[in-house]
T-cell receptor, first 114, second 113 residues
Framework: KAGVTQTPRYLIKTRGQQVTLSCSPI?????VSWYQQTPGQGLQFLFE???????NKGNFPGRFSGRQFSNSRSEMNVSTLELGDSALYLC?????????????FGEGSWLTVV | DQQVKQNSPSLSVQEGRISILNCDYT??????FLWYKKYPAEGPTFLIS?????DKNEDGRFTVFLNKSAKHLSLHIVPSQPGDSAVYFC????????????FGGGTRLMVKP
């Protein structure tokens, strides 16, 4: 069974540009969530999607957005990139949207903003 | 205000001995706790979890203990192996908060041969 797949793995963008990251959850998983990891702030929750609906949102500016498709695949978008957006972006999937399920992470997308 | 804290940034243990990683939380709504192992520039790997209705869960060399009254949990690794060297994160999710995880800051474990 394939794990959580994220693309691209590495990318470099320029300040002011936008970026789209993609995530394919484990087959059968309907909940997808996104996290940002930086050295200073650690692992922080961005948002969670379940059945194409955003269920929870972390404390990030509106430049960060996401969506989920009918096949549970998800994308996140960051517009008007800033240097501080350089981070490892992690996607996680779970079978249901309820607390108490194991949550599995992908390998991450490493974004560098120059 | 950090709701999940791992107060030890690093821990060094001899191979074959027990590793004990600690985690404290403040939010009484947390009802599910998970431990992850992580290498640099990779995603966290799930290790073990525990529901708030239990006080212990065991899986092979890994055991997690939960003390709800103290809002404290710990991960025991016995015996420790050099391959266990990584950063370990404690995470918690709350009732009615779906799969939103709140992470601790992590503890770097070094297991010396």
């Amino acid at each position: 069974k394939a794990g959580v797949t994220q693309t691209p793995r590495y990318l470099i963008k320029t300040r002011g540009q936008q970026v789209t990251l993609s995530c394919s959850p484990i087959s059968g998983h309907r909940s997808v969530s996104w996290y940002q990891q930086t050295p200073g702030q650690g692992l922080q929750f961005l948002f969670e999607y379940f059945s194409e609906t955003q269920r929870n949102k972390g404390n990030f500016p509106g430049r960060f957005s996401g969506r989920q498709f009918s096949n549970s695949r998800s994308e996140m978008n960051v517009s008007t990139l800033e240097l501080g957006d350089s981070a490892l972006y992690l996607c996680a999937s779970s079978q249901t949207g309820k607390s108490g399920n194991t949550i599995y992470f992908g390998e991450g997308s490493w974004l560098t903003v120059v | 205000d950090q709701q999940v804290k791992q107060n030890s940034p690093s821990l060094s243990v001899q191979e074959g001995r027990i590793s004990i990683l600690n985690c404290d939380y403040t939010n009484s709504m947390f009802d599910y706790f998970l431990w992850y192992k992580k290498y640099p520039a990779e995603g966290p790997t799930f290790l073990i979890s525990i529901s708030s209705i239990k006080d212990k869960n065991e899986d092979g060399r890994f055991t997690v203990f939960l003390n709800k009254s103290a809002k404290h949990l710990s991960l025991h690794i016995v015996p420790s192996q050099p391959g266990d060297s990584a950063v370990y994160f404690c995470a918690a999710s709350a009732i009615r908060a779906g799969n939103m995880l709140t992470f601790g800051g992590g503890t770097r474990l070094m297991v010396k041969p």
